[in-house]
Structures are given as C-alpha cells and as structure tokens.
C-alpha cells in the first residue's frame, strides 16, 4: 500500500510563512487526486484543499495564503502557507488517491503563535 508522509510543521509567527511537504512511496504522477486537510484540537479534521486533473481548489479560509503546488523530480507535493494566523494552527495531513482508494500521511504540527 502506498505511504505519504509529511514534513516541515514547526512553530510560527503570526503573519509568517511555512511549506509543508507531503512525499508518497509512490511517484506522485501515479495519483489521482491529492488534498490538505487540518485538525485543529478538540475540533473535526477540516478541508483545506484538493488538486485534481481539471485544477486545484481552496476552501474560503486558506484561500489567498496557502498555494499548492509539486515537484516531479523531488516527488512531492507542497502547501506553502503564508500570512498565517494563529487559528491555522493544528495537525495538517496530506492524502492521495491511488489505485482506486484515498491514502492517508501521518500528520505534521503547525502552530501559529506569538
């Protein structure tokens, strides 16, 4: 079963920047779909943005800020997040569509704190 793990949570500022990776065991031209999605403590994990074939959408609260984007030759993808505030805090997961079933990552801790 391919495996996604991702990278480069860290404690931020208010109003600064991060890139978070998501790297498959897979080649990532493999997928399908692939999407963001957060969980913020005590709260259900939320939508953050998915990129398909057709384009990528943003849900309204990251939309702006936070940019999807891929490397083939690294294979990864990234979610560079800018201008960030202290209620995109939470534990950010990437996942991926391969051979017809959404694969999960572990997770990576963004806090967004002064």
């Known amino acids: 079963q391919v495996q996604l793990v991702e990278s480069g949570g860290s404690l931020v500022q208010p109003g600064g920047s991060l890139r978070l990776s998501c790297t498959p065991s897979a080649t990532i031209a493999s997928a399908t779909n692939m999407g963001w999605y957060r969980q913020a403590p005590g709260k259900e994990r939320q939508w953050v943005t998915t990129t398909m074939k057709s384009g990528t959408t943003y849900a309204s609260s990251v939309q702006g800020r936070f940019t999807v984007s891929s490397d083939n030759a690294k294979n990864a993808w990234y979610l560079q997040m800018t201008n960030l505030k202290p209620e995109d805090t939470g534990v950010y997961y990437c996942?991926?569509?391969?051979?017809?079933?959404?694969?999960w990552g572990q997770g990576t801790q963004v806090t967004v704190s002064s």
């Open positions: 996942n991926a569509f391969y051979d017809s079933k959404w694969v």
